[in-house]
């Protein structure tokens, strides 16, 4: 199982969110290269990468920062946060990002995803943020009235590479993923799907190892705070 340790870039600095709240976030002194350093340094070779001024402008803010840290460090690279044109995946996949997150934009018109599998075969990733079962887009300031599962069922076959399953509930909470409806989700995805939200321990990530059709486990805030040891984590990547 692959572990994509996280970096949340907001004014060229690492954060991070709760709940996805900008009003609630905690900023960390190093900056976005030297956390992708230090995760290379540790022996990690997958990195999750989210644009959060992308986020909320739709541009690609960080692009710089971003094809810094993929030209310095041999990593495997998604990067999500705002992409809501084929411009921006081109970019993103000029500067050898591995594969691109898209949110709001899928959801909110298929077709470009559709368009996008097309386009750009085998670099798209899906991320699907959902409370309580519903889909959130803008940065999950909307909820789009729409059920994770029914979406995924009309979009099942699209090509999409990689799906991304966040319980905005769980995120930046250290209170454990959602496992039981991320493995409603993965049952039903024809690509495999990687855990977003909530990792607060080691036993997290051994339990998602028990799962099916799961790719990997992002961890964020547990490791900024120190909950979870790089040393003690990079021994589950696979």
Request: charge should be neutral; charged fraction near 30%.
């Amino acid at each position: 199982m692959k572990i994509f340790p996280a970096i949340d870039i907001k004014d060229k600095k690492c954060v991070r969110l709760v709940k996805g709240d900008f009003n609630n976030k905690t900023e960390y002194k190093m900056s976005p290269v030297e956390q992708a350093s230090k995760y290379r340094d540790h022996g990690f070779k997958n990195l999750h990468i989210v644009d959060l001024d992308g986020a909320l402008t739709g541009e690609t803010i960080n692009l710089d920062i971003i094809k810094d840290i993929v030209s310095k460090f041999d990593l495997k690279i998604e990067v999500g946060g705002g992409v809501r044109n084929f411009e921006s995946i081109q970019k993103y996949t000029d500067v050898g990002v591995e594969k691109v997150i898209l949110g709001s934009a899928a959801i909110k018109d298929k077709n470009f995803l559709k368009e996008a599998c097309v386009k750009f075969p085998n670099k798209i990733a899906l991320g699907l943020d959902a409370k309580d079962g519903f889909l959130s887009v803008s940065g999950w300031k909307e909820n789009s009235n729409q059920l994770t599962l029914d979406y995924l069922k009309e979009i099942n076959d699209y090509g999409v590479s990689r799906l991304i399953y966040t319980d905005i509930n769980r995120d930046g909470m250290k209170q454990s993923p959602n496992f039981e409806v991320t493995t409603k989700v993965a049952e039903k995805s024809n690509c495999p799907v990687i855990i977003s939200g909530g990792v607060s321990s080691i036993d997290d990530i051994k339990k998602a190892k028990t799962l099916k059709n799961i790719e990997g486990i992002i961890v964020g805030k547990a490791i900024y705070d120190g909950d979870i040891k790089l040393e003690e984590l990079v021994k589950e990547d696979a």
